[in-house]
């Protein structure tokens, strides 16, 4: 079981920049994979980027170069960081665990509202 709790969000101008935060409840250790997921009015739930047990990073084609995921392991907390965001990344924004002690179970935060807007 783990809860997660995502904050960080809020109003950003393009070519601003925003760090989302989510922390975990156990260590991320104990965790084999570490995402973001991002969801807009009209689409669907789509992949950020990822940051498994080992450290090791993914991201969507459309992040390549602008959002950076990273984590601090003592705080149990993984970040996002937008670098000029774009009009499009408007969107909620939510933490997600999978692998948990090596299962299959998966969990999500509440999400935290993103908006780029001039």
């Known amino acids: 079981q783990v809860q997660l709790l995502e904050s960080g969000g809020g109003l950003v101008q393009p070519g601003g920049s925003l760090r989302l935060s989510c922390v975990a409840s156990?260590?991320?250790?104990?965790?084999?994979?570490m995402d973001w997921y991002r969801q807009a009015p009209g689409k669907q739930r789509e992949l950020v980027a990822s940051?498994?047990?080992?450290?090791?990073?993914y991201y969507a084609d459309s992040m390549k170069g602008r959002f950076t995921i990273s984590r601090d392991v003592a705080r149990n907390t993984v970040f996002l960081q937008m670098d000029s965001p774009k009009p499009e990344d408007t969107a909620v924004y939510y933490c997600?665990?999978?692998?948990?002690?090596?299962?299959?179970?998966?969990?999500w935060g509440q999400g935290t509202q993103v908006t780029v807007s001039s």
């Open positions: 997600h665990a999978i692998g948990v002690l090596a299962g299959d179970d998966n969990y």
């Open positions: 940051i498994s047990s080992g450290g090791s990073t």
């Open positions: 156990r260590s991320l250790f104990s965790i084999n994979s």
